[in-house]
């Protein structure tokens, strides 16, 4: 982590493991492959949410079936390329500070020394 910033407060600082395969899933599972980035679209953190999935439509009394969360939990699981491009520390974007770095320090050198030579 390059900044104090980056690092998550708690509850968010927790680890999520991603869920193992199952024959049953539920929407638990479904969840923790979110918070665990298996699904690519946010950053593996847990995040505390004030009902949990599903919950919705069990209390309207439509419960989603272990064979709709099996498919969820299919389609929505990322390939590693995608997981390794939304990575925020490290993965394809490892060399953007340290490019912005140089040609701002490379910059600030050419005008020092065009002022300094003419």
Same mark, same amino acid.
């Given at each position: %982590? ?8 708690? #509850? ?12 049953? !899933?539920?929407?638990? %599972? ?17 995040? !505390? ?9 069990? &209390?309207?009394?439509?419960? #989603?079936?272990?064979?709709? +969360?099996?498919? &969820? ?11 390794? &491009?939304?990575? !925020? ?7 953007? +500070? #340290? ?13 020092t020394l065009s002022i300094w030579l003419?």
């Amino acid at each position: %982590m390059l900044f104090r910033s980056e690092t998550l407060p708690p #509850p968010g600082n927790l680890h999520v493991a991603e869920p193992p395969a199952s024959d049953r !899933p539920t929407t638990a %599972m479904l969840k923790a492959d979110i918070d665990s980035g298996a699904t690519g679209d946010k950053v593996a953190a847990y995040d !505390p949410g004030l009902s949990q999935l599903g919950t919705d439509d069990e &209390a309207a009394g439509n419960p #989603p079936s272990h064979e709709r +969360i099996a498919l &969820a939990r299919k389609t929505e699981t990322a390939s590693a390329r995608v997981r390794k &491009a939304a990575s !925020p520390h490290g993965g394809l974007n490892s060399w953007v +500070i #340290p490019g912005f770095c140089t040609t701002i320090g490379g910059i600030g050198a050419i005008l020092t020394l065009s002022i300094w030579l003419f």
